[in-house]
C-alpha cells in the first residue's frame, strides 16, 4: 500500500486531514475503479461532467489524431489554429440565440471570469465605465478564481480569501424551500423574489450594475430549480435596465437537462452564455463563452478605441482539447444524446418520487439527468449536514459514488447512462439509505 499521506493541496477537500485520498485509476461506461480494484457506479459524472463516460474510443482517437497533427498553437495577433476556429463555428451553429463569437478558455471558472470582464468591457465602449456591479444568487455557483468565486455564494468559497464582494451584490436564492417563502404559492413567491431583485438594483443604483448571472438549474447550490416564470419576470427587469443576463451553462449545457442547452428549455434570452464541462465530456479541458451578437459587436467596437483586446489565455483554443470538444459535439448530435437524457430521465424521476414523504426527506427535485434528495437530519435527530454525509459513506460501501451539499445528495451520472443502469444506481442509494436511517450507527 502507499503510504497514507496526500502532498498535493487537494481542491474542495477538507486539508486538515492529511490521510491519503480515495483514489481512482481506471474508468469505463458509466463506471470508475480505485488504487483498491473496487468498481463504483459514477453517479455524478466525475464533477457532472464526464457525459459520454470514461470510455468513448473517438475522443481518445479525435486526441492522438491532433497531438500527432499540431499538439499546440495558441491564438493571438489575429493567428490561430484550425480547430479552434472550426470549433468556434460549430458552437455558433448550436447555440440556443444568435452569438457573435467564442472566447475559448479552459475552465467553468475562466468562463465565468470572462464572461464578468466582456459585460464590463461592453458597458465601457458604450461610454458607461460605472457599470461594473455584478448580482448573482446567494446560492449561486460559479467557479473559485477572483471573479466567479466573488459571484459565487457559498460561504465556504468566501471564507479566508478576501473576495471582491465590494462589486458582487447577492440576490435571494430562488429556492421554493427558501423559509422566507414559506408556504407561499409560486407567484406569491415570484413576486416576493422580484421585489427583492428590484430593491437590490435600486439600492445599488441600476447605472452601476453590469450584469446578472445565474444558472438555469442551480447545481452546487443544492439543485435549486426556481420557480415557474422566474427567469421571464427577471428577464423583464433585467432588460429594463441595461443590464446583460450572463447565463452559466457549465453544468446544464451539451444534453444534461435534456436539451442541447437549458436556456432554450427555461425560455431564457441571455446576452452571454458560458460552458465548459459537458463540451469535452471533460476528457480535457476547455470552456467556451458564447456572446451574443450585440456584446460581440461592442467588444469589438470598444477595441478600436485601445488596439488590441486584452483578454487570452495561452491556452485558449488549444488544438487538442478543441479537437475533442468537435468530436464530442458530433457524438452528442449523432446519438441524440439530449433526447436519450430525455427518454432515460423517468428512470431517474421514479426513483426519486420514492422517496417523497421519507421520515428524513424534505425535498426531492430532478430535471433531465439532474437529481437531488434533501435530507431532514434533524428528524432522525441529527446535525445538520451529518445524514448527507452518513448516506454518501453508505452508498460508497455499496459501489456508487455521490456527491452532497449539505444535507442535498445530488444525481448527475453521466449521461449515456441506460434506464436499466439508473434504476440499479437509484436502488443502490435506496439501500444506503436505509443503511443509514435505520441504523442509528451510521
Ligand atoms: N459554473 C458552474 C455552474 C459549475 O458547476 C462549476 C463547477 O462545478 C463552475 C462554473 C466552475 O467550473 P470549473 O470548476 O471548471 O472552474
Known amino acids: 500500500m502507499p503510504e497514507a499521506i496526500s502532498h498535493m493541496l487537494e481542491p474542495h477537500s477538507a486539508l486538515y486531514l492529511d490521510t491519503r485520498p480515495h483514489v481512482i485509476t481506471e474508468g ?19 464533477l457532472w461532467s464526464v457525459t ?13 489524431r491532433q497531438m500527432n497533427k499540431l499538439p499546440f498553437y495558441g491564438s493571438f495577433n489575429h493567428r490561430t489554429n484550425d480547430v479552434a476556429l472550426a470549433l468556434a463555428a460549430d458552437l455558433v451553429d448550436i447555440a440556443p440565440i444568435p452569438m457573435g463569437k467564442v472566447f475559448f478558455g479552459n475552465s467553468g471558472s475562466d468562463a465565468n471570469d470572462s ?49 471582491d464582494t465590494g462589486d458582487f451584490l ?7 424551500l427558501h423559509p422566507s417563502s414559506r408556504g407561499m404559492s409560486e407567484s406569491e413567491q415570484v413576486d416576493w423574489l422580484m421585489e427583492d431583485f428590484e430593491n437590490l438594483i435600486e439600492e445599488a443604483g441600476p447605472e452601476t450594475v453590469a450584469a446578472f448571472i445565474s444558472e438555469p438549474i442551480l447545481g452546487a447550490g ?68 458564447l456572446v451574443g451578437e450585440r456584446v460581440s459587436a461592442a467588444l469589438a467596437e470598444g477595441s478600436k478605441q485601445i488596439g488590441t483586446f486584452g483578454h487570452g489565455f495561452t491556452y485558449s483554443g488549444h488544438p487538442v482539447p478543441a479537437a ?11 446519438r441524440d444524446i439530449p433526447g436519450h437524457v430525455r427518454d432515460v430521465a423517468p428512470h431517474l424521476a421514479r426513483g426519486l418520487d420514492k ?74 442509494f435506496t439501500a444506503a439509505y436505509h443503511d443509514v436511517v435505520d441504523s442509528p450507527r451510521l
Open 355 to 428: 422517496f417523497r414523504g421519507s421520515e428524513a426527506v424534505r425535498d426531492v427535485r430532478g430535471h433531465g439527468l439532474l437529481g437531488g434528495v434533501e435530507f431532514d437530519a434533524a428528524a432522525v435527530g441529527r446535525e445538520p449536514g451529518q445524514l448527507g454525509q452518513a448516506v454518501l459513506r453508505a452508498a460508497k460501501e455499496r459501489g456508487l459514488l455521490l456527491r452532497a451539499m449539505g444535507d442535498t445528495v445530488v444525481f448527475a451520472p453521466p449521461l449515456i447512462i441506460t434506464g436499466e443502469q439508473i434504476d440499479d444506481l437509484m436502488e443502490r
Open 170 to 176: 447577492s440576490a435571494h436564492c430562488p429556492n421554493p
Open 222 to 289: 443544492g439543485l435549486i430549480i426556481p420557480p415557474a416564470g422566474y427567469f421571464a419576470r427577471l428577464q423583464e427587469i433585467l432588460a429594463r435596465h441595461d443590464i446583460l443576463f450572463i447565463a452559466d451553462e457549465v453544468i446544464t449545457g451539451y444534453g444534461r437537462t435534456g436539451s442541447m442547452f437549458a436556456t432554450t428549455e427555461f425560455g431564457l434570452s441571455p446576452d452571454i452564455i458560458t460552458t465548459a464541462k459537458g463540451l469535452s465530456s471533460s476528457y480535457l479541458p476547455i470552456s467556451a463563452t
Open 324 to 334: 475533442v470538444a468537435r468530436e464530442t459535439l458530433a457524438i452528442v448530435r449523432e
Open 28 to 46: 469505463s461506461g458509466i463506471e470508475v475503479r480505485d488504487e483498491d480494484g473496487q468498481s463504483f457506479v459514477d453517479g455524478v459524472a466525475g
Open 115 to 163: 464572461a464578468i470582464k466582456f459585460a464590463r468591457y461592453y458597458h465601457w465602449s458604450q461610454g458607461r465605465p460605472e457599470r461594473r456591479k455584478i448580482i448573482s444568487h446567494s446560492c449561486g455557483y460559479h467557479g473559485t478564481t477572483l471573479a466567479a468565486g466573488s459571484a459565487t455564494g457559498l460561504p465556504h468559497i468566501h471564507h479566508g480569501f478576501g473576495l
Open 52 to 64: 459520454l463516460g470514461y470510455s468513448e474510443p473517438r475522443l481518445v482517437e479525435a486526441a492522438t
